[in-house]
């Protein structure tokens, strides 16, 4: 192929451009690894399933732009059945199904054939287990009824569930999948492990540890097939994220740029269906594993686009794609056909005579206006901006921070199995970082629930206090705010205010912001730049900049504030039963968001040492806060404030504050309580004139 003598420079000053979208190798690599956290606390958070969570796709693999808006691809439920390729590998009491591969059965798919729990031997009645039988008379596992109904927003595309996630962050939906875990590598991509590989890639490590990775069966059938009904296609995504992380700069820029370029180009005029990402990073795999390294080299990124170009431009003729792991699949079935194939070939054929002039034209992230400014420009006059790239890291912020808050409720319910629990956090590998956060977050409760157990003794346990105060302190640094304010308070019910006063002043002069419910909006976009800029792991944007709400158990009630222990009374027997089980659990403590719980307890700290001005602005932080920020437990919120009202001799005002309380949320809550203690005192009040 003749080269242009442009193409060098071209090229170079497109990988600068690129690099100002956020592309860059710390921007990538940034990126990768905060998402695979986000696995990682998804999968602490789902404390029944035994199997990981998966996130694969564009944004796990980090090559989407914020103009791309690419979907996220999340496997959140492994069916829990084991796959067997022989009857050999059986194992009584366990949910079993055995691999059909038949003559019916197109490449890269397979069928399943479910076994008995106690013999192993295959099923066959069909009325009972709800099995379809296939053309050879077996009964299989049928694949398209796995999907349960997952709520009006849902649509069901292929073997996915889409829901949106929102306009304004550079990700357009969320598919999520259903499959079959199987810990086996598929006979049928056997080849590739074996593959004669001039160029040594990958390497021999990369594939063993794909290898080891096995794969997911996921309940689609082919397109073309008869049988589709019951058939279960073969992902090997887990090897494909792998290899694409194996990228190099100009490889990861490259592979980009034709997802650019397919979405511009061709899905512009042949619709979503035609090409697809997936065929260009099968282009990629092929063209990296034959091509000399040497020409991946930034000088020589057009030069690769074009090769690639070329190399799709041969598989449309001969109509064929074919999988790289599975080479027996035709990728192209299904949608690469006769009426579009001669169209197809001719744009293609058209975008390689341009020389590069094609690029120009493309307006994701500005990418044809930013490089036709570069070519008539010395490099160093770019202006290597950073685009909208961190929308697309706030999700993953966000997805996090939402996953360990729902993991440490879900410890805390569990009801402190202690030995257990460490054990079950410590055997999560590569996870070391997201367990200590949990660690201290149960450290901190924990020190609370032995306080409390001593606090209850008719002689106080000073040595088991002095280790209650050690947890605590273990605890502390769990997030912003909820384990000092769990320390302060047991400081507060010792009467030791001026301690309690020094951790109260360090929580709000640290305070950044709340996350009780989560969303998007909550991620700021200066705790971004400070994760992109100075290399801050999401892990540490707990302990720094989130504040976790704080929730007493009724194992600590003698070490929570009175004015909290009416609310783990808040449900009557009556209403209690209406409750969804699932979620009822916490109706029995208290929980109370943390920037009202820290003016609470300086309320209460000030009173104690009769700080009559420092009382009254802590009073008026509580109404600021409760106005004017959006709160969860907003109920519990008024509740305190009505207490400390009462407690300064407002009980007018108090009752109001408890009214709007009942009005606001009728049915399980505390104000009830409150109201009831509020009128006797007013009728003893009233009794004291007589």
């Not at 979208?21 to 990538?28: A, D, P, T, V």
């Not at 022989?86 to 479910?114: C, H, R």
């Not at 686009?305 to 794609?321: D, R, S, Y």
């Not at 002069?509 to 700021?524: P, Q, R």
């Amino acid at each position: 192929m003749e080269v242009p003598d442009y193409y060098d420079v071209v090229s170079l000053r497109l990988m600068k451009v690129l690099d100002t979208i956020g592309l860059m190798e710390k921007i990538r690599w940034k990126r990768i690894e905060m998402w695979t956290q986000v696995e990682e606390h998804l999968s602490i958070g789902f404390s029944n399933n035994k199997e990981k969570v998966h996130i694969f796709g564009s944004q796990a693999e980090a090559t989407t732009t914020s103009g791309l808006r690419s979907d996220i691809d999340i496997v959140s439920y492994i069916i829990p059945i084991t796959v067997l390729e022989n009857l050999q590998t059986w194992e009584p009491d366990s949910q079993s199904a055995l691999i059909i591969m038949d003559d019916f059965t197109p490449p890269g798919y397979v069928k399943l054939q479910q076994v008995y729990s106690d013999i192993p031997v295959p099923i066959y009645n069909l009325e009972t287990n709800r099995l379809m039988l296939n053309m050879t008379g077996r009964s299989c596992i049928p694949s398209n009824t796995t999907y349960n109904q997952l709520g009006t927003d849902a649509e069901y595309h292929g073997p996915a569930v889409t829901f949106n996630v929102g306009l304004n962050y550079a990700i357009k939906s969320c598919d999520l999948l259903v499959a079959l875990q199987s810990h086996l590598w598929p006979s049928t991509a056997s080849e590739w492990i074996t593959r004669r590989r001039e160029h040594n890639w990958p390497s021999q490590e990369t594939i063993a540890i794909i290898q080891q990775s096995g794969a997911l069966l996921v309940p689609v059938g082919h397109k073309l097939s008869p049988e589709r009904h019951i058939e279960w296609r073969i992902s090997l995504s887990y090897g494909e994220k792998m290899l694409v992380w194996q990228f190099n700069s100009t490889q990861y820029k490259c592979y980009v740029v034709l997802k650019m370029i397919n979405k511009y180009f061709i899905k512009e005029r042949f619709g979503e269906n035609v090409l697809t990402s997936y065929h260009w990073k099968t282009c990629m795999f092929y063209m990296i594993e034959t091509t000399p390294t040497v020409l991946w080299q930034p000088q020589n990124l057009l030069r690769c686009i074009e090769q690639c170009l070329l190399k799709m431009c041969t598989w449309i003729e001969e109509c064929n794609c074919p999988n790289y792991f599975i080479p027996a699949e035709n990728i192209f079935l299904g949608k690469v056909n006769s009426l579009v194939q001669r169209s197809l070939s001719n744009m293609l054929h058209d975008l390689f005579r341009q020389k590069g002039r094609y690029l120009t034209m493309i307006p994701y992230d500005r990418i044809g206006q930013k490089l036709t400014i570069a070519c008539h420009l010395p490099i160093t006059q770019i202006n290597a901006e950073m685009e909208e790239i961190t929308k697309q890291m706030s999700l993953a912020v966000a997805m996090t921070l939402a996953s360990m808050h729902e993991a440490r409720f879900d410890i805390l319910r569990d009801g402190f199995p202690i030995l257990p629990l460490f054990e079950r956090l410590s055997s999560y590998a590569g996870r070391q970082e997201s367990c200590t956060i949990l660690k201290r977050f149960y450290c901190s409760t924990l020190g609370s629930r032995l306080a409390a157990q001593c606090l209850k003794q008719t002689f106080l346990d000073q040595e088991g206090l002095d280790i209650a105060y050690e947890f605590l302190l273990l605890g502390s640094d769990s997030d912003v705010a909820s384990g000092k304010l769990k320390l302060a308070t047991l400081y507060l019910l010792q009467n030791n205010g001026l301690l309690a006063e020094n951790i109260l002043k360090t929580i709000e002069e640290n305070y950044t912001f709340l996350v009780s419910n989560i969303s998007l909006e909550a991620i700021k976009d200066s705790i971004i730049f400070r994760i992109v800029n100075e290399n801050i792991l999401i892990t540490d944007v707990v302990r720094y900049y989130v504040a976790f709400p704080v929730p007493y158990l009724p194992s600590e009630m003698h070490c929570t504030p009175g004015a909290l222990i009416p609310e783990m009374f808040r449900s009557t027997g009556s209403h209690h039963v209406s409750l969804n089980p699932n979620e009822d659990y916490w109706q029995s403590w208290a929980v109370v968001d943390p920037k009202l719980y820290l003016y609470f307890l300086q309320h209460e700290c000030y009173h104690q040492q009769n700080k009559i001005i420092y009382k009254m602005v802590a009073l008026s932080n509580m109404i600021w806060v409760i106005r004017h920020e959006q709160l969860k437990y907003k109920d519990t919120a008024l509740n305190l404030l009505a207490y400390c009202l009462k407690e300064d001799g407002f009980l007018v005002q108090s009752y109001a504050v408890l009214s709007k309380s009942m009005k606001m949320k009728n049915h399980h809550n505390a104000a009830k309580w409150q109201i009831a203690r509020l009128v006797n005192s007013a009728f003893r009040l009233l009794g004291g004139r007589h």
